[in-house]
């Protein structure tokens, strides 16, 4: 395709937003003065950008940050910035933006044997989600590094272990599981151990808090899945996971049963 027809069809995605938009005047609840067109589309490809650099980073896109940096003393409208980004990364890049949720540590409903969420205050925040048919989902068409997999499989493998165990395990359990899958510190393939779970830390995969008074104490604090694993993955596809790995044609059922069991649910 010349850069020429590249040019015009972005040009023309370009239209479509704007012709969806008000052509005179933006109102808002505010008192100041009201954007135009033009401003508003700019303000929401600014979104759009920020959106698409912390999905990059693996960073969660906080409210407040696009009210600061964007919207300023216009936050108010966020809400309507927001659905007009949703649009344009829907449309060109296949991404939609969706709630993280808040923080929370699952706890055994003893009643019912079923993980009652202990939720903890969070501001609001957001990732992007992929919309694209899974079909279109394929290593022959979306290309991943070799690190990237590896990075990947050992999250899945962290977050299994902790799925089958009641949803939460302590650094204990995880370091000496990771040991017997050879997946030792400081190793040639995924470095140093301990910075690698701050990573998915700091991702929001895995959420690590202290159960004890020693904070540095590794018998002491504990895992469970962060607001993007729960936002990404599914127990469906955790199961799926584990059951493709360890299953055969014969025993999936069991397995599966033994699985939602082993989770609390």
């Known amino acids: 395709m010349s850069q020429k027809r590249t040019r015009t069809i972005r040009d023309d995605s370009d239209d479509e937003y704007r012709a969806s938009s008000s052509t005179q005047r933006i109102k808002t609840d505010s008192g100041l003065t009201n954007w135009d067109a033009e401003v508003f589309q700019r303000k929401v490809k600014d979104t759009v950008r920020y959106a698409l650099v912390c999905e990059y980073k693996r960073q969660p896109i906080r409210r407040d940050d696009i009210n600061k940096k964007i919207l300023q003393e216009r936050s108010r409208d966020f809400n309507r910035v927001q659905v007009a980004a949703n649009r344009k990364l829907k449309h060109l890049f296949g991404f939609e933006m969706v709630d993280l949720g808040p923080k929370e540590k699952p706890t055994l409903d003893s009643k019912k044997n079923k993980p009652t969420p202990k939720t903890s205050n969070t501001v609001k925040a957001y990732i992007l989600s992929s919309n694209i048919?899974?079909?279109?989902?394929?290593?022959?068409?979306?290309?991943?590094?070799?690190?990237?997999?590896?990075?990947?499989?050992?999250?899945?493998?962290?977050?299994?272990?902790?799925?089958?165990?009641?949803?939460?395990?302590?650094?204990?359990?995880?370091?000496?599981?990771?040991?017997?899958?050879?997946?030792?510190?400081?190793?040639?393939?995924?470095?140093?151990?301990?910075?690698?779970?701050?990573?998915?830390?700091?991702?929001n995969y895995l959420i690590r808090s202290k159960s004890g008074n020693d904070p540095n104490d590794e018998n002491s604090r504990e895992y469970y899945w962060g607001t993007r694993a729960r936002a990404e993955i599914t127990g469906e596809d955790i199961m799926g996971f584990i059951v493709s790995t360890y299953g055969s044609d014969e025993n999936q059922e069991t397995l599966k049963d033994y699985i939602f069991r082993a989770a609390g649910l």
């Open 133 to 203: 048919n899974s079909s279109y989902r394929t290593p022959e068409i979306i290309n991943r590094s070799d690190e990237e997999y590896e990075m990947t499989g050992l999250l899945y493998v962290i977050l299994a272990l902790i799925f089958t165990n009641e949803q939460i395990m302590s650094e204990a359990d995880i370091i000496e599981h990771l040991d017997r899958l050879g997946v030792m510190d400081d190793s040639d393939t995924f470095g140093d151990r301990e910075k690698l779970l701050d990573t998915f830390v700091r991702q």
